[in-house]
DNA sequence: ACAACACATAAGTATTTGCTTATACGTTGT
DNA sequence: ACAACGTATAAGCAAATACTTATGTGTTGT
């Protein structure tokens, strides 16, 4: 059988890695092809490319081709599920997020 | 050099594996001996005391000693790290944490 | 058509990791 | 005091991981 490897494992898994989680922040400041990012950091372009893929497997980074450059940016959902995560154990937070939940619900009526 | 691994590193890391993220979501549930926690898991006592001294440099939870049990429980402020980093990048979220936030600089006033 | 470019994938390797068993440490009850 | 208990640490090992270089796959300009 195949690993039954879930999303929200691929996203902490994805997001362990501190070149990784780099590649991800640095995308936030826009959208940038695998040679931008290449540049930036003192990494290979294959492994770039490696860490994207594990991204985008995680639904945390989408790729666009144009021409023969493929331009990845954030994919804004993307955090989504590991927010849905924290928010799953808000109980323990700060009084504020407590909060800032209860808001919400009455919000959402 | 040793490496300098931040907190935030520390926290992701943590979080990266299933089964420390088992145990952790399990200690939401109330506090828990280690004795305990080998019970819930299949996996071995070390295995188990491993797991928490990782948690625990992560600042995710915290250890009481009470006679020959150690008890450990979710230390409440400790996912605020992981928080403030998916907040920093809030702006890729979906609208209805956006609208959140926005209740939330309102609440404060 | 073809050379150069941009990226992905393959294959190999050193390191890290998550487990195990064995053992040390600390506490308690009798 | 000492045997049993609860936990932590040590040592070793198999598997996963993060990189590398080499090569494959598309795309463009001339």
Redesign the interface.
Known sequence: MTSATTLE?KI??A??D?SR?AIF?SL?GGEAAVKDLTARFDISQPAVSQHLAALREAGLVQGRREGRHVYYR???????P??DW?TH?R????E??G??ER??ER?DK
């Open positions: 494992d902490f898994l997001l362990a501190p989680r922040e936030t954030v994919e804004p959902r993307g955090l989504t590991l927010v924290i154990y109980a323990f937070w700060t504020r997020v909060k800032l808001l919400l919000m």
